[in-house]
């Protein structure tokens, strides 16, 4: 993700939706991967390690609301 937002503003990072979607695909796959996570991990960290796939859901709703309130700002 560091290589698609490094040294961007945050008007080129809007004008670019193959960074936006690059980004948000990472995340997408991380949230999954955390869902996998064997169960025992997930019992050893559960404030970090939540398997039900909320992180992936929180963080691309929160991706979409930074994105509005951007895009209202500019």
Same mark, same amino acid.
């Given at each position: ?23 948000? &695909?990472?995340? *997408?796959?991380?949230? /999954? +991967? ?5 169960? #025992? ?12 796939? &909320?992180?992936? *859901?929180?963080?691309? /709703? +929160? ?5 509005? #309130? ?5």
């Amino acid at each position: 993700m560091k290589a698609y937002t490094e040294n961007k503003t945050i008007g080129e990072f809007l004008a670019s939706t193959q960074s936006q979607d690059a980004v948000l &695909r990472r995340i *997408e796959i991380i949230g /999954e +991967a955390v869902k996998n996570l064997p169960a #025992e991990l997930k019992q050893r960290y559960p404030d970090r390690l939540r398997g039900d796939g &909320r992180l992936a *859901e929180m963080t691309e /709703e +929160a991706y979409h609301q930074v994105m509005e #309130e951007i895009s209202v700002a500019t």
